[in-house]
T-cell receptor
């Protein structure tokens, strides 16, 4: 079956611009996660959705970052006034429920480059 | 502050030998520990999960141990193959429903033929 998909695969933007990154989770998965991964580092948690609501947004670095999941499936990560330090691979993951021990299924990521 | 460290950035092993990767953590009490594999340009792929009350878990050529006293997990690949070459990440989950994975920085494993 289809895995987690993310679009675009690559995004190049200029400092100060607004970007949206999209995640399509595995069908039926209620939990959705966003992570950010810099070169040579492990993924860093940003936000977790259970259904439509953000259950934990403690990893969002500042108020320029926002994410939504209005119908409990597709999610969009939105970054305003991008900065060069936002350059990273943004990973999305989903799991069947929000149960702690569930494995998370990751998408291939969106590589964001801010010039 | 919470810290997770994987033993080295890179590890080179001869084909057929056992590769052992280490994950240490401080200021943290995880309920579960997971290991993931990540290939270049791809997202992490789940391999194994071990609970705090389990000492060891096996899956085919993989073995994971979890020592909550030492605050350490060991990940072993026996009879290693060049196809096992990848970056391996350990990830911790906390208690009381905390859902976020906290990852180590990863160890890049290369199996030489």
């Amino acid at each position: 079956g289809a895995g987690v998909s993310q679009t675009p695969s690559n995004k190049v933007t200029e400092k100060g611009k607004y970007v949206e990154l999209r995640c399509d989770p595995i069908s039926g998965h209620t939990a959705l996660y966003w992570y950010r991964q810099s070169l040579g580092q492990g993924p860093e948690f940003l936000i977790y959705f259970q259904g439509t609501g953000a259950a934990d947004d403690s990893g969002l670095p500042n108020d320029r970052f926002f994410a939504v999941r209005p119908e409990g499936s597709v999610s969009t990560l939105k970054i305003q006034r991008t900065e060069r330090g936002d350059s990273a691979v943004y990973l999305c993951a989903s799991s069947p429920t929000g149960t702690s021990y569930n494995e998370q299924f990751f998408g291939p990521g969106t590589r964001l480059t801010v010039l | 502050s919470q810290k997770i460290e994987q033993n080295s950035e890179a590890l080179n092993i001869q084909e057929g030998k056992t590769a052992t990767l280490t994950c240490n953590y401080t200021n943290y009490s995880p309920a579960y520990l997971q290991w993931y594999r990540q290939d270049p340009g791809r997202g992490p792929v789940f391999l194994l999960l071990i609970r705090e009350n389990e000492k060891e878990k096996r899956k085919e050529r993989l073995k994971v141990t979890f020592d909550t006293t030492l605050k350490q997990s060991l990940f072993h690949i026996t009879a290693s193959q060049p196809a096992d070459s990848a970056t391996y990440l350990c990830a911790l989950l906390g208690f009381q429903g905390a859902q976020k994975l906290v990852f180590g920085q990863g160890t890049r494993l290369t199996i030489n033929p």
